[in-house]
Nanobody, 122 residues
Framework: QVRMVESGGGLVQAGGSLRLSCEVSGNIGSINAMGWYRQAPGKQRELVATISSGGSANYGASVKGRFTISRDNAKKTVYLQMFSLKPEDTAVYYC????????????????WGQGTQVTVSS
């Protein structure tokens, strides 16, 4: 069974930067792409970015140009480098399967790690 442990969140001022990490363990043989997701207070969880096993990345419109997703397959770790942070980026950030984000976001049985809190002050 796949497990994810997210870390690297914190409190930062607007315009600042953070780097999140996600360590993946377990049977990850069936997972190709990985994704970062986030859930802001009172809002639904949303997709932030995905990265394929080969390194091809896609980003949500609100973070494109400010966030960079990367991965180290040998370390089974996915990263999210965040620059020019805005108060609206405040959320709990999670990583998960990125092959089928629509299914991941709507399946109540999907496992989620504890996430890492990112708070951006204005």
């Amino acid at each position: 069974q796949v497990r994810m442990v997210e870390s690297g969140g914190g409190l930062v001022q607007a315009g600042g930067s953070l780097r999140l990490s996600c360590e993946v363990s377990g049977n990850i043989g069936s997972i190709n792409a990985m994704g970062w997701y986030r859930q802001a207070p009172g809002k639904q969880r949303e997709l932030v970015a995905t990265i394929s096993s080969g390194g091809s990345a896609n980003y949500g419109a609100s973070v494109k140009g400010r966030f960079t997703i990367s991965r180290d397959n040998a370390k089974k770790t996915v990263y999210l480098q965040m620059f020019s942070l805005k108060p609206e980026d405040t959320a709990v950030y999670y990583c998960n399967d990125g092959d089928f984000p629509e299914l991941v976001l709507t399946d109540d049985l999907i496992y989620w790690g504890q996430g890492t809190q990112v708070t951006v002050s204005s």
